[in-house]
């Protein structure tokens, strides 16, 4: 099956600054990479997602990028604020968007003032 | 936008406990239901994929007869854990699938306590 590594673990950034996290996937089928942003008990809401048909997507400060060949996907976030403090997964499905999702393990991102 | 309720949100009860979960698609019809477990400072992981009207697929490791799970209707699909035991306190999160190409949406969790 799918698995999915996530890095860093834990990110520290000052505020403004950009953020990265990157995710590798082992199934060469997989066409579907959502990110999640999760605040403590609370649902994981979809930030930007990409289909293996494009190489790059951006909304306003987030960015994903993928790399099909490698097998990875990058999350970026620029001029970060205090609110994008958050755990933020990485996900891949093998048919689209409504297949079952295999998670990466997460990143506790933290933006200083 | 789409919207999944999930209820309860929060249970809290003794071991050797049934707890239900429920989980309804409010606006649209889900005609695949994702049932998933997030320990603490934990990823979520996938326990069963639900079809309305057949019964679920479990991911490997997951007791099929302790997680009972119904998909009765295109809006609507139950988690039952049996027995319930501390070591299943987690939160359980539930996600709908209606249109094809539309990302899944997901409740908003069920915190479970085992005492």
């Known amino acids: 099956g799918e698995n999915v590594e996530q890095h860093p673990s834990t990110l520290s950034v000052q505020e403004g600054d950009s953020a990265v996290i990157k995710c590798t996937y082992s199934?060469?089928?997989?066409?579907?990479f959502p990110w999640y942003k999760q605040e403590l008990g609370k649902r994981p809401q979809l930030i930007i997602d990409?289909?293996?048909?494009?190489g790059e997507k951006k909304d306003q400060r987030i960015a994903v990028t993928l790399n099909k060949t490698a097998k990875h996907f990058s999350l970026h976030i620029t001029e970060t604020q205090p609110e994008d403090s958050a755990v933020y997964f990485c996900?891949?499905?093998?048919?689209?968007?409504?297949?079952?999702?295999?998670f990466g393990t997460g990143t506790r991102l933290q933006v200083t003032l | 936008g789409a919207v999944v309720s999930q209820h309860p949100s929060w249970v809290i009860c003794k071991s050797g406990t049934s707890v239900k979960i429920e989980c309804r698609s409010l606006d649209f019809q889900a005609t695949t239901m994702f049932w998933y477990r997030q320990f603490p400072k934990q990823s979520l992981m996938l326990m069963a994929t639900?079809?309305?009207?057949?019964?679920?697929?479990?991911e490997q490791g997951v007791e099929k007869d302790k997680f009972l799970i119904n998909h009765a209707s295109l809006t609507l699909s139950t988690l039952t854990v049996t027995s319930a035991h501390p070591e299943d306190s987690s939160f359980y999160i539930c996600?709908?699938?209606?249109?094809?190409?539309?990302?899944?949406?997901f409740g908003d969790g069920t915190r479970l306590s085992i005492l």
């Open positions: 990409i289909r293996s048909n494009v």
């Open positions: 996600s709908a699938s209606g249109v094809r190409n539309q990302p899944q949406h």
């Open positions: 199934d060469s089928a997989s066409n579907y």
């Open positions: 996900a891949a499905s093998g048919q689209g968007t409504a297949s079952k999702l295999t």
């Open positions: 639900s079809n309305e009207g057949s019964k679920a697929t479990y």
